[in-house]
């Protein structure tokens, strides 16, 4: 099973994107989720560096400059999603990934009190 670190430049910037009311509190996680062709798109237009900036977390031992890299996509690719947010913790916990587990907790939780869910 593969191992990850929590990714601080995506913790920085999903936070500056909740801050900017930049989310979507509802939605269809699966339906929106970018897939491989709308990574390359994004890919022709930016760097890996804004591509891992969506993720929150880093695949150890995987190659900076892949994506393989980057796993736990909390948006997409234009604004954080709840749904996201939610699969992220999920899946994070189930495969004991606790400190990404956490880093998405807390966006949620953040998002939450930003959009006054209580």
């Given at each position: 099973m593969a191992t990850y670190d929590v990714n601080p430049a995506a913790v920085a910037h999903a936070r500056r994107l909740i801050d900017?009311?930049?989310?979507?509190?509802?939605?269809?996680?699966?339906?929106v989720q970018p897939d491989a062709e709308a990574e390359n798109a994004y890919l022709e237009r930016h760097s890996?560096?804004?591509?891992?900036?969506?993720?929150?977390?880093?695949?150890?031992?995987?190659n900076d400059g892949t994506k393989a890299?980057?796993?736990?996509?909390?948006?997409?690719?234009?604004?954080?999603?709840?749904?996201?947010?939610?699969?992220?913790?999920?899946r994070a916990a189930e495969w004991r990934h606790k400190a990404v587990?956490?880093?998405?907790?807390?966006?949620?939780q953040r998002l939450d009190q930003m959009a006054g869910i209580d």
């Open positions: 900017g009311r930049q989310y979507v509190l509802d939605g269809d996680w699966g339906s890996f560096e804004d591509f891992a900036a969506w993720h929150l977390g880093l695949t150890v031992g995987a890299r980057y796993a736990f996509v909390y948006g997409d690719l234009r604004r954080v999603h709840r749904s996201a947010l939610i699969a992220c913790v999920y587990e956490l880093a998405a907790h807390d966006l949620l």
